[in-house]
């Protein structure tokens, strides 16, 4: 595979949240403002990258279960550090993300995705996927927060906009459901929208 | 085929009519406005259809128009003075997420105008619950002022209605645009029924449900007064004809369809008794969907274990009767 098309690839052909739909539950649930967005942002790229790149020098060879457990070992001490700078630069945030912000450090990514895909791979080819399955993660995050935050409440990272009318289910997790799959559907679409047009140019 | 599609007509035609008739009295409480709202949304719906139907790239067809009917009962669940937008927006959600994204109507989970209904309760709670006292009418352009709680909400705190028989009969209380002409409901009801434009099982097991219910536990200091309001507070009688016993969602089988009316009508009782949870019927009957879901699938499954047995038992009695020629 190119350069360019793994960089594509978790950004756009597998995008983690709405190809695969791994890691929903943060999206849903938390993902109504940007301020919530922003620190699970940092904490899901921070614990993800550092995590499986720990995780990608234990050795191959030892059972699936072991390296699973391993995996899940790193990514929790990983966390602890994760936390505490997410508690200095997002205060409050943490508090109020709960149970999803621990629940990040046995993200699909760094369970599955790790034996599956990336330890698969050379260290320098794992690096670039790695970074853009986690940007792919990091964008939906970011356009989800952004129009529930808008659409629900009227703000944009908690600064009044002029908005007429609200919708206020939005905000909540069923408006997030419903939200996410309408995005997840606008983006299949789009998505062999641009397959159809590759495949015409190639033919 | 043919005839299916000329009864889903005719079943739309009816319910519509019925719908016309309710629209017709919302006209005389609340004046032009009630019509002005119901043209929106009918609008609206027919415009969602419409473009859910291209973007899937199927036809729109006079069976399409059904959506219509669901516009309906959502405007007749709101109160006349509602926001334009919101009704413009509840329709589109109504009939693009709850109706066209799970498949279109042949493929129906949720009732389009519960959905629709529950999800304006929790975006604009304040806005769907505040009503305007009957012969109130609020120009088209106007904002409406003096806004009040409905009459199923004083009783579900209180237990008591200041209103005498003949204006709970004919809908002379505050509530929504729609809902509350329990006479004009009654006959409604009566002549879906016999037309079998709505779920016979479906429709009895919710009134059975909330009269046993409100005998169990009145709500009221007799039983006469408890039944009577359990009946006519909180939509009851309107979601049971309309949503409940809506022929897309209740179970085919009357027998099954009545065990589904009947859970969703306690389920939606004890909300009222314990939570004075306001139209927690439209609510129960949304979530009650799965049920409905399985029900369908225990109506398929038993279907064609009979069919299985039927065939084999067909198929021993030619064997046995070519054995019996044979020799």
């Given at each position: 595979?190119?350069k ?10 597998d ?12 999206v ?33 060879r ?19 550090p ?21 629940l ?58 002029d ?25 299949r ?15 | 085929m043919?005839k ?7 079943i739309?035609l009816?319910i ?10 919302a ?37 399409d ?25 509840a329709?589109?959600f ?30 604009w ?26 009459a ?31 006479l004009?409901?009654?006959?409604s ?18 009134i ?7 005998l169990?536990s ?25 949503i ?5 969602i ?28 306001e139209?927690?019927?439209?609510i129960?009957s949304l ?19 009979k ?21």
């Open positions: 595979m190119r360019k098309n793994l960089i594509l690839e978790g950004l756009w052909n995008n983690t949240v709405l190809s695969a739909f791994m890691v929903i539950s943060p849903i649930i938390c993902g109504d403002t940007l301020r919530n967005a922003l620190a699970l942002i940092y904490a899901f790229s921070a614990i993800t990258f550092v995590s499986v790149l720990i995780s990608s020098f234990v050795p191959q030892l059972p699936y279960a072991a390296k699973i457990m391993i995996y899940a070992v790193i990514s929790s001490i990983v966390f602890i994760a936390k505490l700078a997410a508690q200095e630069f997002f205060p409050g945030v943490v508090e109020r993300i709960g149970i999803y912000f621990p990040l450090a046995v993200n699909s990514l760094i369970v599955f995705q790790t034996e599956a895909r990336f330890f698969r791979m050379k260290k320098s080819r794992m690096m670039i996927s790695l970074i853009s399955y986690i940007l792919g993660f990091d964008a939906v995050m970011l356009i989800t927060a952004f129009i529930r935050e808008l659409f629900a409440y009227g703000t944009i990272n908690s600064r009044m906009v908005m007429d009318t609200l919708i206020s289910g939005l905000g909540l997790p069923f408006g997030g459901f419903i939200f996410l799959g309408l995005f997840s559907g606008i983006f679409k789009l998505r062999s929208a641009t397959e159809r047009n590759k495949d015409k140019e190639d033919a | 043919l299916n599609a000329k009864q889903e007509r005719l739309w009816d519509i009519i019925t719908l016309i008739t309710s629209q017709i009295m006209y005389f409480y609340y004046g032009a406005r009630s019509a002005f709202v119901a043209g929106i949304a009918v609008v609206t719906a027919a415009a969602t259809e419409f473009i859910c139907l291209r973007l899937r790239r199927k036809p729109f067809t006079a069976d128009l059904t959506c219509t009917s669901d516009a309906m009962i959502l405007t007749l669940m709101v109160p006349t003075v509602i926001d334009y937008k919101i009704m413009v927006i329709c589109v109504a009939i693009a997420v709850a109706k066209n994204v799970f498949g279109g109507r042949k493929n129906m989970i949720f009732s389009p105008a519960a959905a629709g209904y529950v999800f304006l309760l929790t975006s709670r304040s806005q769907t619950l505040q009503f305007t006292e009957p012969h109130v009418h609020t120009g088209l352009f106007e904002k409406a002022a003096n806004l009040v709680s409905s199923s909400h004083t009783f579900n705190v209180s237990g008591k209605l200041e209103y005498s028989n003949f204006e709970l009969l004919m809908g002379n209380c505050v509530g929504p645009t729609g809902s509350a002409y329990v004009l409901l009654a006959i009801a009566l002549i879906l029924l016999f037309r079998r434009d709505i779920s016979a099982g479906a429709f009895i097991g919710s059975s449900g909330t009269v046993i219910m409100s169990l009145p709500t009221a200091d007799s039983f006469h007064t408890s039944v009577k309001y359990a009946l006519i507070t909180n939509m009851v009688l309107f979601a049971s004809v309309y409940v016993a809506d022929k897309r209740a179970p085919k089988k009357d027998y099954y369809a009545f065990f589904y009316g009947l859970f969703i009508a306690i389920v939606s009782y004890i909300l009222v008794l314990t939570m004075a949870k139209n927690a019927i439209v129960v979530l009650f969907t799965p049920v409905a879901l399985a029900l369908k699938n225990l109506e398929k499954r038993i279907e064609n274990e069919k299985q047995e039927e065939d084999t038992a067909a198929s021993e009695n030619e064997e046995k009767l070519e054995a019996e020629t044979n020799a």
